[in-house]
């Protein structure tokens, strides 16, 4: 298994580019991650201790995704996070089911498609922009850009070994 | 929480270089040497033997231009003995943690003669003539060490059950 993908550049030199070229990457790799395996493995807490699993993942996943770009570059705080009853952030324990597999991979779809939308009105000179976290820190659009590209990129390591675990693929 | 592009980078790095340190804190080198997602090689000793290298790689070769000095780990010929010839001794341990630390030292050096300026310039990166700006060597060496941290992550929690570091 390969944990590390190679540098590839990014075809676009651009700032924003890059960000984007990157998090689509750590997408792709994830939903590689989790390819080819039946529910029961999705759910499974394959490297125990540890209770992640690599549906946990895209549901935790979703919600990142629903936090960052809804609540934070697009600024609405007032709206409750995803899963807002959910005090492990995603990780609970799920039924291994088709339907609730599907279920999580259609909104972690539905968050990447918002997101991309998101990006799409974004701009080089947009980076700087001053934005507010849910605690009312600052921060701004670049600094959340690459915060989710090493979010993802450290869940995935989390993938790597979770997958590993399941077919050693 | 920094808004300059550089200045974002260099946090970044910095955050994953201290959550690497805090991994491998506290632990025996026989600790640090176990293999503890078989049938994986890898290792905490292993990682912290990697990202030295990665470092020397990416600053010391390819944005300094220092090609004429020994490749760290690369000995044997064994393109992953910086994982697979790990035997778990003390030495090997300090050994591991002064190179790292001698790689980031220099790393940190080029680093300040940069701004936001010189983002964009490009380098070569491979003989196929493709280039890479110093702006996605730095977002990959960010994503490169986030990954590995989320690899170290698994491991120690296997060896004694420490999360969140």
Known sequence: MTLTGRFEPSPDKGELATYRFYLDGHRRILETRCAGLTPEQLAEHSMPPSEL????????????????????????????????????GGFRSIAPTPESVAEAFSRWDEQIAYAE????????TDLAAPRRDRHGEATCVRDVLVHLVEEYARHNGHADLLREALDAR | MHTGELATYRDYLDHYRGVIERQCADLTPDQLATR???????????LLRHLAMVEQTWFARALLGITDEPRLFRE?????EEFNAITGTRDEVDEAFAAWREQITRA????ETQSDA?????????????????????????????RHAGHADLLRERIDGRIGL
């Not at chain 1, 549906?55 to 899963?83: C, S, T």
């Not at chain 2, 503890?36 to 292993?46: H, I, N, R, V």
């Not at chain 2, 044997?76 to 992953?80: A, H, I, Q, R």
């Not at chain 2, 940190?108 to 680093?111: G, N, Q, T």
């Open chain 2, 36 to 46: 503890a997602a078989q049938p994986s090689t890898l290792s905490l000793l292993g």
């Open chain 2, 108 to 111: 940190d050096a080029w680093l």
């Open chain 1, 117 to 124: 939308a998101c990006l799409d009105g974004l701009a080089d």
């Open chain 2, 118 to 146: 010189t983002m964009a310039e490009e380098l070569a990166f491979n003989r196929d003539g493709r280039v890479a700006t110093k702006r996605e060597v730095l977002i990959h060496l960010i994503e490169e060490y986030a």
């Open chain 2, 76 to 80: 044997s010929g064994d393109p992953d």
């Open chain 1, 53 to 88: 699993s690599l549906l946990g993942l895209v549901r935790h996943l979703a919600r990142v995704e629903h936090y960052w770009f809804r609540m934070v570059i697009d600024e609405h705080l007032d709206q409750p996070r995803l899963d807002d009853d959910d005090p492990t």
